[in-house]
């Protein structure tokens, strides 16, 4: 069985910095990418980042320049640095994985930016 966990959510206040990971377990092989995508009350879950199994990494322009994705070298667990956060990033953070021939989801962590 696959299971995608996220973790390293939490109340942060504005301008501060937040780590959210997401381990991988199961039998995942053929990863073609891991992302992390977010939903804000009241709005439709978006894009966050993502990486490929190359390393190429892409990001929203929301958050470029404030958030860096980057993966493990047994590409088995996921990071996603969020800095300079802003009130408009509270959301649940969800980490995702493609692979196997399938889209895998974790269940998401909450991150709370609010003075």
């Known amino acids: 069985q696959v299971q995608l966990v996220e973790s390293g959510g939490g109340l942060v206040q504005p301008g501060g910095s937040l780590r959210l990971s997401c381990a991988t377990s199961?039998?995942?092989?053929?990863?073609?990418?891991m992302g992390w995508y977010r939903q804000a009350p009241g709005k439709q879950r978006e894009f966050v980042a993502a990486?490929?199994?190359?390393?190429?990494?892409n990001s929203a322009d929301s958050v470029k320049g404030r958030f860096t994705i980057s993966r493990d070298n047994n590409k088995n667990t996921m990071h996603l640095q969020m800095n300079n956060l802003k009130p408009k990033d509270t959301a649940v953070y969800y980490c995702?994985?493609?692979?196997?021939?399938?889209?895998?989801w974790g269940k998401g962590t909450l991150v709370t930016v609010s003075s």
């Open positions: 995702n994985a493609v692979g196997n021939g399938m889209d895998f």
């Open positions: 199961g039998s995942l092989f053929s990863i073609y990418i």
């Open positions: 990486i490929t199994n190359d390393g190429s990494t």
